[in-house]
């Protein structure tokens, strides 16, 4: 294949958007030795956990003491998803130094819910930048649903545009494309990460994809093709919606390392190791997890 990169950067998610979405709520201590274990792995970004709160999402109610708990770890950056101002607030209090704010592309989703347009919605995120700047913290952006959303299907690229520039004029320049509904195709996904590559070359990007439709693998090399080298993962491939039927988690880590590891693809994460930790994972939470190469093994394990 042609145009595929050397290396990548893979942010694990599952402390996150997998662990959000369980019945089980790990306890502080569990989180910080899978943390541990991830860090141990050679992971260099992780999504630790979300400050939204509490009430609304109890698994991620301890994401303070896990920073706490953690503390700085030269060389690995720890990631927070955060609501608003509050969540800065609460990053500044526990000692996070990274957070993430997120939009939905859905122009219909966020009239709805928040009576505004999504562009309107990244406009009200400047304090969050600034008052993340005044205390030393990085602060990036995501945008949900940028290919397909449930309400209107297709996103047209004007109105993905129109949000990036939003971003943009606030300050921030990491932008993260999410999946979220898993309904993006590889055809898609190559032409928009060409597009605003292209379009938008002060931006650096993250691809976020959910395996809903059995499509995130191909989504990611398309992604590649295009020129993205940041994805986010999810160990043992947790996450999913127990309220949506069919809803699957993000693409699973040890899928994507036994993609690269196959096809001398850079990602300095050691497979042996985060498959130990999905292991670990299924114990805890008592359930099969969505992971082709844990139920399967790797290819090469097989050979005699
Ligand atoms: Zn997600």
């Not at 201590?29 to 943390?35: A, G, T």
């Not at 997120?102 to 304090?127: C, D, I, Y």
């Not at 494309?177 to 928009?192: E, F, K």
């Not at 130990?276 to 005699?304: M, N």
Request: net charge negative; charged share 20%; hydrophobic share 40%.
């Amino acid at each position: 294949m042609k145009n595929l990169p050397s290396a990548i950067t893979l942010c694990e998610v599952g402390l996150r958007d997998g662990l959000q979405n369980e019945k089980t709520i790990l306890s502080a201590e569990q989180k910080v030795e899978l943390l541990r274990g991830l860090i141990a792995a050679g992971f260099k970004v992780i999504e630790v956990g979300s400050f939204m709160h509490p009430k609304a999402v109890p698994q991620m109610a301890s994401t303070d003491e896990v920073y706490k708990a953690i503390g700085d770890v030269p060389g690995v950056e720890l990631r927070a998803l955060i609501p608003n101002l509050r969540g800065v607030r609460r990053a500044v209090e526990c000692g996070c130094k990274k957070v993430k704010l997120n939009v939905s592309a859905s122009r219909q989703h966020n009239l709805k819910n928040l009576n505004m347009t999504p562009e309107e919605s990244v406009a009200g995120f400047a304090g969050c930048v600034q008052e993340a700047q005044a205390n030393g913290i990085a602060i990036s952006g995501s945008i949900s649903m940028p290919f397909a959303s449930p309400w209107e299907g297709r996103i047209p690229e004007a109105d993905v545009d129109a949000i990036i520039e939003a971003y943009l004029k606030v300050g921030i320049t990491e932008i993260s494309l999410s999946d979220a509904s898993g309904m993006a195709v590889p055809t898609h996904v190559y032409d928009l990460c060409a597009h605003v590559w292209e379009k938008y070359p002060q931006a650096s990007w993250w691809l976020h994809f959910h395996n809903t439709r059995g499509l995130a693998m191909a989504n990611i090399l398309a992604a590649m093709e295009a020129g993205m080298t940041r994805f986010d993962s999810s160990f043992g491939g947790l996450g999913g919606c127990p309220f949506v039927p069919g809803a699957a988690g993000n693409i699973s880590t040890e899928d994507v390392l036994n993609m690269c590891d196959e096809s001398g693809i850079q990602t300095g994460v050691d497979i042996v190791k985060v498959m130990e930790l999905s292991r670990t994972l299924r114990e805890a939470l008592d359930h099969d997890l969505d992971s082709y190469i844990l139920r399967a093994g790797r290819a090469k394990d097989l050979i005699v």
